[in-house]
T-cell receptor
Framework: GENVEQHPSTLSVQEGDSAVIKCTYS??????FPWYKQELGKRPQLIID?????GEKKDQRIAVTLNKTAKHFSLHITETQPEDSAVYFC??????????????????FGQGTTLQVKP | NAGVTQTPKFRVLKTGQSMTLLCAQD?????MYWYRQDPGMGLRLIHY???????AKGEVPDGYNVSRLKKQNFLLGLESAAPSQTSVYFC???????????????FGPGTRLTVL
């Protein structure tokens, strides 16, 4: 079945350093890849997403890259700050189709990465 | 505009008891989802709905039932709770996936359920 693998499970960096989280997906039909950030005790929130027709997307200090051939995508956070400390989840989904049940928007999540940014 | 809300926030059940978790959204979203979150396993989809009156199974549907009688509400039921259902449950909603930039799933605050 569909599967998303995420690495590493934990990541500790010094403030100001960069952090990279990687995910691989199994379903070659996946075409939408969001990243969610979940602070302790809070709900997951979307921070950036990318579609399969784009190789890279950037939003200030965060960027996502996608390699469709290798079926992997990565989250890059530059100039990390203590408030970046959280659990990050990648996900993959198939979008498109005509009938509602062929376009369910179902997200398959990775296992999560706990990022700790040390001051 | 409250977004996605969940009731209750916390609950402790004994094995074999039943309960219903309520999710409500005021964003007129067509799609709604129920996930469970367990340590080291990410978020796993239990059931979902693509519109009022429709439901479908996700990755881990066993032991749960759902209903979507009204567009704004999505109920998750546990008929006979088991310790393996101890988890944090999140509801989410979205517009029809793929419509322009409206792909985001908005999550509720979660319900922490413990089954003894």
């Amino acid at each position: 079945g569909e599967n998303v693998e995420q690495h590493p499970s934990t990541l500790s960096v010094q403030e100001g350093d960069s952090a990279v989280i990687k995910c691989t997906y199994s379903d070659s039909a996946s075409n939408y890849f969001p990243w969610y950030k979940q602070e302790l005790g809070k709900r997951p929130q979307l921070i950036i997403d990318i579609r399969s027709n784009v190789g890279e997307k950037k939003d200030q200090r965060i960027a996502v890259t996608l390699n469709k051939t290798a079926k992997h995508f990565s989250l890059h956070i530059t100039e990390t700050q203590p408030e970046d400390s959280a659990v990050y989840f990648c996900a993959a989904s198939k979008r498109g189709g005509i009938l509602p049940f062929s376009n369910t928007g179902k997200l398959i999540f990775g296992q999560g990465t706990t990022l700790q940014v040390k001051p | 505009n409250a977004g996605v809300t969940q009731t209750p926030k916390f609950r402790v059940l004994k094995t074999g008891q039943s309960m219903t978790l309520l999710c409500a959204q005021d964003m007129n979203h067509e799609y709604m989802y129920w996930y469970r979150q367990d340590p080291g396993m990410g978020l796993r989809l239990i059931h979902y709905s693509v519109g009022e009156g429709t439901t479908a199974k996700g990755e881990v549907p066993d032991g749960y039932n759902v209903s979507r009688l009204k567009k704004q509400n999505f109920l998750l039921g546990l008929e006979s709770a088991a310790p393996s259902q101890t988890s944090v449950y999140f509801c989410a909603s979205s517009y029809l996936p793929g419509q322009g930039a409206q792909n985001e799933q908005f999550f509720g605050p979660g319900t922490r359920l413990t089954v003894l």
